[in-house]
């Protein structure tokens, strides 16, 4: 897209919006308290965006309830439906680069991941869930024939959305592509850190068509914005993504109010098991060097632990060390970078204590470990490479969400497992073998939601998403994501 584009002089040029967005429109909020927005890339101040409290959460779930039970939307045929999504995936792309440019500028990523990965990505699941919509049928129970019995799936009602920062607009479309098409209202919390982009595609959505209300968006922070829409007795559902911690609050939130439905997609310590028998150990090694370095590290799904088999543990160790060693840190706007900037400074200091803390645990710093590019005023960290690592260490048990990779030896594939699973997330998991059975045994023996077999991170708009134990629960992507925002009505008819 666009390979010949001046990023530097377009950022100079770019105006965001930075208002909540409540009934099809950019409004102030009621307090018009306002928090600065920086950009982790040098420091630079990119806008002051609208901070919402309880009162502009309550606007906005009010604007979506009214939109919801007007059916101008939850009634509207899916066919119809689907040519407004339909519509709104084309102006995405349209607006790529802006967005794009957005992307990076409000998260750090590089410029060449967010035009390459992110933009295309938005739009290709909203576009599948689109042409989904018209194409899944209720169902007649297999009753005697004194009877009928109908179970339909309706809309939820009002959803509230609340994700990340890692993926903000890709992240955003999982929740807005099957809540919106199965016709529900929805009220979206972007990341405090990154904003910027969920408030532009709202206007996106309101030109391709969207009744005004059905789509709102309230930024702010976790503990008042976020906490607003968990409390709130009148959100049916909230699809969260983030962090194991936050996301138990949303439990709780529940609980304390009106036992909403809430599904989490949480935190990872993915484990990639290379065995001896790995018929290409450099193919292998650079799939778990991009399975922990891209996008900084900072994904759900990283594969931050790298399980090697005792005989080639050190022909490994070594090539991820030297892929890591190849990987151009730089300026994100840059598109020759392929590792950018961490999110913000209190995520960098995070990420940098646990090095220390891996440190001072007795791993072996194999690679990086430093804070570079300090003068560009950014928060930008060395990929980082541990060996001699044990499962019981910190940095083997914790999520660290940065490009931080621990490497544990083991012996055989039983011991591997036992190491795989010895954490209380599981989300991702991948084992590399040139046997089938080895494969299928691992597969039903990881605890994961997810299991790649020689490769990682493979994804489709056609398969589930998300993991068990304290990575979460639900899934995003396919039709299964319809069963988080619908409910399953009975009608039993006695016949004559």
């Not at 009928?148 to 959803?159: D, F, K, Q, S, Y």
């Not at 090095?355 to 990086?368: C, R, S, T």
């Not at 304290?470 to 399953?488: C, I, M, P, V, W």
Request: hydrophobic share 45%.
């Amino acid at each position: 897209m666009n390979a010949h584009i001046d990023w530097h002089a377009r950022a100079g040029e770019l105006r965001f919006a930075t208002q909540t967005f409540i009934g099809g429109r950019y409004v102030a909020t009621q307090s018009e308290k306002v928090f600065a927005k920086t950009s982790p890339i040098d420091g630079r101040h990119l806008a002051d965006v609208a901070f919402c409290d309880v009162a502009d959460v309550d606007r906005a779930v009010a604007s979506a309830r009214a939109a919801f039970e007007s059916k101008v939307w939850s009634g509207m045929a899916p066919a119809k439906r689907k040519g407004v999504l339909l519509r709104a995936a084309d102006l995405i792309d349209a607006a790529g680069a802006e967005l794009a440019l957005i992307e990076t500028l409000d998260m750090g990523k590089p410029i060449s991941d967010s035009v390459n990965v992110d933009v295309p990505g938005t739009s290709r699941i909203l576009r599948w869930f689109a042409e989904a919509v018209d194409k899944i049928y209720d169902e007649i129970a297999p009753t005697g024939r004194d009877s009928l019995a109908m179970i339909t799936r309706e809309p939820v009602g009002v959803v509230g959305a609340v994700v990340p920062w890692n993926f903000p607009m890709i992240m955003a479309m999982w929740k807005l592509a099957p809540a919106l098409a199965a016709g529900n209202s929805v009220v979206l919390k972007p990341a405090e850190q990154s904003p910027l982009s969920a408030l532009r595609l709202a206007a996106l959505f309101s030109e391709a068509g969207l009744p005004d209300g059905v789509l709102n968006v309230v930024p702010g922070d976790g503990p008042t914005t976020g906490r607003a829409i968990g409390l709130h007795g009148d959100v049916d559902a909230v699809g969260f993504t983030g962090s194991t911690e936050i996301g138990k609050l949303f439990l709780q939130y529940s609980g304390q109010s009106n036992m909403k439905r809430v599904w989490l997609e949480c935190g990872g310590k993915s484990p990639i098991i290379i065995m001896r028998d790995c018929k290409d150990l450099d193919a292998a090694a650079q799939i778990a060097a991009g399975a922990i370095f891209f996008n900084q590290g900072e994904m759900c799904t990283a594969g931050s632990r790298l399980l090697l088999d005792a005989p080639i543990r050190d022909e490994v160790l070594k090539r991820v060390c030297e892929l890591a060693s190849t990987r151009e840190i730089g300026d994100p706007l840059d598109a020759s970078t392929q590792i950018g900037a961490l999110v913000e400074e209190k995520h960098m200091r995070r990420v940098l204590d646990y090095i220390e803390i891996g440190k001072q645990d007795g791993a072996e710093l194999a690679y990086g470990g430093a804070q570079v590019r300090v003068e560009s005023g950014g928060y930008f960290v060395q990929p980082t490479v541990f060996g001699n690592v044990t499962s019981n260490m910190r940095i083997a048990q914790e999520e660290i969400f940065g490009p931080v990779l621990s490497v544990i030896d083991f012996s055989g594939l039983d011991d591997a497992i036992k190491i795989a699973n010895s954490t209380i997330y599981g989300l991702g998991s991948a084992i590399f073998t040139q046997d089938i059975n080895a494969a299928m045994h691992a597969s039903r023996e990881l605890r994961a939601g997810l299991v790649y077999v020689n490769c990682y991170d493979a994804d489709d708009s056609t398969v589930p998403f998300g993991g068990v134990g304290q990575s979460g629960n639900g899934r995003d992507k396919s039709l299964h994501a319809f069963d988080k925002y619908t409910e399953l009505k009975t009608t039993w008819i006695a016949l004559s």
